[in-house]
């Protein structure tokens, strides 16, 4: 090898070196942003995760206030179909006890009814007796005056 080569491989070598040196700064500067980029993204991360847990304490809060409203719209409605049923079984209570003072009314009033008729009857008996019995009296009148044997102009003198 001549020297020649050897100083055109020592500039090769130099060059390559100097190519290397700056390719070695940038792979520094690489390096560094993406230690950066580490760096922010491990901030970021951090700040997702305080959030995601920020918003499952929320979402737990809410589910259990869910629960909770849910249990108490049970027991409403529950409370409401009670108060429905005692209303109503009232009602049916109050509506037979109407219904059982109502016939007992009725059942009075035949009676009464009945008690009178058998009264209105027994004077209207009594009141036919009697009718009959002047009408027997006047018809024998009218005889005994149609075959003179009273004579009427004598009775009124």
């Known amino acids: 090898m001549s020297e ?69 719209q049970q027991n409403n409605i529950k409370d409401v179909y009670n108060r429905i049923n005692t209303v109503n079984k009232e009602l049916t209570d109050k509506i037979e006890d109407t219904e059982n003072k109502i016939l007992e009314e009725i059942k009075k009033l035949r009676e009464e009814l009945s008690k009178k008729d058998e009264g209105i009857g027994s004077r209207l008996g009594t009141i036919e007796t009697w009718k009959y019995g002047i009408a027997a009296i006047v018809t024998f009148l009218l005889f005994l005056i149609a075959n003179n044997a009273i004579n009427i102009g004598k009775l009124f003198d």
């Open 4 to 72: 020649q080569e050897i100083k055109v491989d020592i500039e090769l070598l130099k060059k390559d070196v100097t190519t290397m040196s700056a390719l070695l700064s940038k792979f520094d500067t690489t390096i560094d942003k993406m230690q950066e980029i580490a760096s922010s993204l491990s901030r970021m991360v951090s700040l997702q995760e305080q959030r995601l847990e920020t918003q499952e304490k929320t979402t737990s809060e809410m589910q259990s206030i869910l629960e909770m409203r849910r249990q108490e």
